[in-house]
């Protein structure tokens, strides 16, 4: 039986560095290739040792898709393509290939230039990497080779996600990257047919999650930072350059205007103009809303909002600050939170997941005091609130997407074990299927049970038609006679006559030829006409014949009669058929067998 | 499987397929030249136009004073324009299973067949074809009703009277059929019924045919379409080009082994090099307004203004025109504007790697920001305030009957310092101007046509290798007025199958096989010999 292969190299039972391996029907692909933020060293990047252990992996992958532009679906990819070696296609959406590139020298430069790592990719290592980039178009399906498809489906979380199904012969798996099932101020929700696929890698950073509905959530936010704003203090809201930002700064740019709010607000790095430059020329994959309005109002045109300088962040007075990186691991977002940290009067809103390590995740976990580079410590004073922003699906969202697409199997990556663990059971239970949560480097195998398409010559097809009453159901399996020739990979179903023809075979008739003796005490040409008289009284609707030269035919079997030389009331009857009429021909032998009933004459 | 040919325009085509049990309508093009019968629908009250003679038969006994005006020696229906719709008797369209529409231009019938039809099927076209093409409709009906004409003239269509009446009248055909233009309600409803699809999507149609829409790379999200099972296959082959210009180049390779092909939309103009052409306008251009004249283009608000503007953005400075105002009066003009920047994804590729920047795909966004160009959704409001002479003015529609431009030609006609420029290839420019004469404007004849020329088309053919080609009878014979030129046709081997208005073609297949399942249980046990 055919079996499917998904060994995640990074998001297995974790968050970060997503990297993923499935082999189905004889094709290798990576889903995402992702570094992780946790980690400065060498399991920051996916163990691409795992596939082979000298050298290039082009001849051992057939693809590699890049679900979106967040680093921990992309950050390894120069490290992979470049350093390690992959010369294949590497598949991403229209916004993720603009944007992914600018993300990608960002991160480069904090770790070379600020950190002064050696042995890393370089500018041109990343040019060179997105050379090998094939965009793809949402719903186009792309023919990797003749036999490997790929298709997009729209995913919400940031501009230009995609979830992909990846499709051989009739075998198939669907990855979600992340997404989110619910609209959001700038994005539309995920969306995917009913393509059933044999396995759906779903992330499941929320897995337990159930949240509220996005106004609550959003008129706390807004709550806390204008209160915060009113007593005079410093909100500090790190984000990625790319995605919630753009959100919150809507949120905020609509709050201001109606609240009329004079305090600055800050974006941090070069990047606004330019992000929400990406956000109005790719306008078709964000929400309805914005796409219908956009033509009178450009929701991405900030009048409160502008660019921040390092100095400002000793200013005094109220104002709010979306800063860079959004786990506060490094950049600028890290630089002010040290500066403002002392003070009670400050506030730093955490809008996302933190990965594991980053200082992020530690105050969140209401660490007040951080051990920073060279021995210093910090006391952490001023108030650390969580808001889930983040765009990913809740526990009712991946349900929901479950429901959409009807697997077969679920397999759940990019979430913490404990979670995953929980949410794997509520899928057993409610939908029946087999759930998978396999670690880093640990494979699941799936056996799959396709179909096998055959092609049916239209002659035998519309014969055995013809024979059978009403016209074949297309969803109900129908025995059929035919014979199956295998040729060059393709399977063909013909008619018996057909099939020799073709291989150029000479037909070979097989009989089968009986005696049967019967008591009966006439002329062997009156036993011949009862035999005759008998048939035609048991053997409704077959054509039975009575020959001049004294034989007997139903259908292909033939019956004569001749006396036995000892006694002449003992009758030897000989039959014979053909092998197709096998059922007939025994059928009848047993029965000439019981004898002839006495009242025919 | 059957071809139900519906229209008998070449590049507006509407055709049915019926393959294998389902029914597929093939676009559905308007045929907007019958206005070109009636009479212009000026903005603001042209006296020369209310004064209009009546027409009377010569020897006096037919009176359609009322509905026939005498005009430049012509006669003119003085009634709402009407439109020249797809044949709806040959076949019931309520039978129709889904529409594939292949570009915005082939689009413009589709409320008439969705609506009062008992349609109920779906229609599916890519994200700009569906975009533009309901700006181009809600432009169409903003022109009709921002000039709302009660009258409807329906005398003059009875076959007796208008055997009387002189050409080119006399021999308009199906004039019963003719209808006035859409609401914009019933544009909206029949838009409703729109799925988008994407370039390479297959779409399976109730799993016995899949459909899937192919780049032709003559405008912003234009489509070929592939239609097939498992054994047979259609190509539909409808306005594609392989210029380039901004959409997405055309997708050759994928209509190879097709056991019939459906070619349509060819370019109207095949003596007329499109690069020739442009060059002309703008040189005519440049002349004019260095005279001190202006210059009026009449065209569509969307396809081919996209690469003039961006011709121009390029000429401008070259030729000194840096302080020429260049207006685009539409209703929809900034609308178009704007979408033709947000469709990345259906571009060329230079235009995707400017957007990777990220700067607007199309220079234009630069000259509306240098105030170079502006735009107007029509000549009342602040254009009539902040309009300077002389300019450069781009405005609809291109059959002069109707919208912004009908005031121009009022305004400008009678100077011989100005020019008009025709760049739409769909109306012949005399009989477009023929409500207008005696005009001392100059006239510049350069049609842009981008679709396929015969030469390109042969060589396409030759490498694409179809079985059977359909076409319409028009690409079987060199045109009218240049009867020796047998380059201007197509010549194959088959020949292809000429089809016109209300034919119906059986086409040719050969099915041999169909498509079955063996069941994994079933397949396991099946022993090889």
């Not at chain 2, 039978?95 to 915005?104: A, F, K, R």
Request: hydrophobic fraction near 35%; proline fraction near 6%.
């Amino acid at each position: 039986m055919p079996e499917i292969k998904v060994t995640p190299l990074g998001a297995g039972q974790d968050v970060g560095r997503s990297c993923i391996l499935v082999s189905i029907g004889g094709k290798n692909i990576m889903l995402d290739c992702g570094m992780h933020m946790g980690y400065n060293d060498d399991r920051r990047f996916p163990d691409f040792s795992y596939i082979t252990q000298n050298g290039r992996l082009t001849d051992f992958l057939d693809c590699v898709i890049i679900s979106h532009f967040h680093l921990d679906h992309c950050g390894a990819l120069p490290y992979m393509s470049e350093m390690v070696g992959y010369d294949g296609p590497i598949y991403m959406t229209h916004p993720t290939k603009a944007i992914c590139p600018i993300l990608l020298e960002d991160f480069r430069k904090i770790t070379v230039d600020k950190k002064g790592e050696t042995n890393f990719f370089t500018s041109q290592m990343i040019k060179d990497c997105m050379k090998k980039v094939i965009p793809l178009n949402l719903h186009q399906t792309v023919q990797v080779d003749d036999e490997l498809e790929i298709k997009a489906y729209y995913a919400g979380h940031v501009l230009g996600a995609a979830m992909v199904h990846i499709k051989v012969g009739s075998e198939s798996v669907v990855y979600t990257g992340d997404y989110n099932m619910t609209p959001d101020r700038h994005l539309g929700a995920a969306w995917i047919d009913k393509c059933r696929p044999d396995i759906l890698i779903s992330e499941s950073t929320y897995a337990t999650t159930i949240r509220d509905s996005k106004r609550c959530r959003e008129r706390d936010f807004l709550k806390k930072v204008h209160e915060s704003i009113e007593r005079g203090g410093k909100v500090l809201i790190p984000v990625f350059a790319l995605g919630r930002a753009q959100e919150l700064c809507i949120l905020l740019e609509t709050f201001w205007e109606r609240m009329n709010l004079k305090a600055p607000i800050y974006f941090s790095t070069g990047l606004t103009e330019k992000a929400n430059h990406y956000y109005k020329l790719f306008i078709t994959w964000t929400n309805q809303k914005i796409r219908k309005t956009f033509v009178q109002r450009n929701m991405f045109e900030f009048k409160h909002i502008k660019a921040f300088d390092r100095s400002y962040a000793d200013n005094p007075g109220p104002m709010v600050v979306f800063a860079t990186p959004g786990m506060l691991h490094a950049g600028q977002s890290l630089q002010i939170f040290k500066k403002w940290a002392g003070n009670e009067k400050n506030m730093v809103i955490m809008p996302g997941y933190c990965v594991q390590g980053t200082i992020g995740h530690k105050i969140l976990n209401g660490q007040r005091k951080l051990e920073m580079e060279g021995r210093a410590t910090l006391d952490v004073k001023l108030q650390v609130e969580y808001m889930s922003f983040s765009a990913h699906a809740d526990a009712k969202g991946i349900m929901q997407l479950i429901r959409m697409a009807e697997p077969r199997n679920m397999l759940l990556v990019h979430g913490e074990a404990v979670k995953m663990e929980f949410l794997k059971g509520k899928i057993e239970q409610e939908f029946s299927i087999d759930c998978y949560m396999p670690a880093n480097g640990e494979t699941t195998t799936v056996t799959t049970n396709p179909s096998v398409p055959v092609d049916i010559s239209l002659n035998l097809l519309k014969r055995e038609m013809a024979l059978g009453g009403p016209l074949p159901d297309p969803k109900k399996p129908r025995t059929m006679h035919g014979t199956l020739i295998m040729k060059e990979n393709s399977l063909k179903l013909v008619s018996s006559e057909q099939a020799l023809k073709e291989l150029g075979l000479n037909e070979h008739q097989l009989r089968f030829t009986c005696h049967v003796q019967l008591q009966d005490p006439h002329s062997d040409a009156d036993t011949l006409h009862r035999i005759y008289t008998h048939l035609k009284s048991v053997l409704k609707g077959y054509t039975i014949q009575h020959l001049p030269d004294g034989t007997v035919i139903v259908e292909s079997i033939v019956i004569k009669v001749s006396s036995s030389t000892e006694d002449s009331n003992t009758k030897v009857l000989l039959l014979s058929w053909s092998y197709q009429d096998e059922d007939l021909g025994s059928f009848l032998s047993s029965l000439l067998k019981k004898g002839l009933p006495s009242g025919i004459c | 499987m059957k071809l139900y040919c519906l229209s008998g325009h070449p590049t507006l085509p509407c055709n049915v397929l019926k393959f294998k049990s389902t029914t597929i309508m093939l676009d559905c093009g308007l045929d907007t030249t019958s206005v070109l019968n009636f009479l212009p629908l000026p903005l603001v009250h042209s006296p020369r136009l209310s004064k209009l003679p009546g027409w009377v038969s010569k020897d006096g006994t037919i009176n359609l004073g009322k509905e026939l005006k005498e005009c430049a020696g012509r006669v003119f229906v003085d009634a709402q324009p009407e439109f020249c719709l797809p044949e709806r008797e040959l076949l019931d369209l309520s039978t129709i299973d889904v529409i594939l529409i292949s570009n915005y231009h082939c689009m413009m019938a589709l409320p008439y067949i969705t609506e009062h039809t008992g349609f109920t099927g779906t229609v599916y076209a890519t994200e700009p074809t569906l975009q533009i093409g309901r700006l181009l409709m809600e432009e169409l009906v903003n022109f009709m009703e921002r000039v709302p004409k009660a009258q409807s003239a329906t005398s003059w269509k009875n076959k007796e009277i208008q055997r009387m009446l002189p050409g080119p009248l006399k021999d308009a055909v199906d004039v019963w059929m003719w209808k006035r233009c859409y609401s914009m309600q019933e544009v909206n409803s029949a838009l409703s019924k729109v799925q988008l699809v994407g370039y390479s999507q297959k779409v399976e149609l109730f799993g016995a045919v899949q459909v899937s829409p192919l780049s032709s790379g003559y405008s912003l999200g234009s489509s070929n379409w592939i239609i097939q099972s498992h054994h047979e296959k259609v190509s539909y082959v409808s306005g594609s080009s392989l210029l380039t210009t901004h959409p997405q180049p055309m997708d050759q390779s994928s209509l190879k082994n097709s056991d019939v092909l459906i070619l349509t939309g060819l370019t109207q103009m095949p003596t007329a090099n499109p690069d020739g052409m442009l060059g002309e306008f703008c040189s005519n251009l440049a002349m004019t307004i260095r005279a001190g004249g202006n210059v009026l283009v009449p065209c569509y608000s969307s396809g081919v203004i996209y690469d003039l503007l961006e011709c121009l953005y390029q000429f401008i400075e070259s030729a000194n025109l840096g302080t020429t105002p260049f207006y685009f009066i539409s209703p929809i003009a900034n609308s178009s504007l704007e979408f033709s920047q947000i469709f990345a994804e259906w571009l060329c590729h230079n235009k995707q790697t400017k957007v990777y920047l990220p700067e607007p795909p199309f220079p234009h966004a630069e000259l509306i920001q240098t105030n170079k160009l502006k735009h107007y959704p029509s000549i009342h409001g602040d254009f009539s305030s902040e309009f300077r002479q002389p300019c450069v003015v781009f405005t609809g529609h291109p059959s002069l009957r109707f919208g912004d431009v009908v005031h121009f030609m009022e305004l400008w006609g009678k100077s011989s310092l100005n020019t008009i420029i025709f760049t739409e290839p769909d109306f012949s420019y005399l009989d477009a101007l023929a409500p207008y004469q005696p005009l001392a404007m100059k006239c510049v004849y350069c049609p842009i046509d981008t679709r396929l020329n015969f030469h390109q088309v042969s060589k396409l053919l030759k490498e694409v290798q179809p079985l059977h080609v359909v076409c319409p009878e028009q690409y079987t014979q060199p045109p009218l007025t240049q009867s020796h030129r047998s380059d201007l046709m197509l010549e194959l081997q088959p020949p292809p199958m000429p089809y016109r208005r209300c034919s119906v073609l059986n086409l040719p297949f050969r099915r041999r096989y169909e498509r079955i399942y063996i069941l994994p249980e079933c397949a396991v046990i099946l022993a090889l010999t």
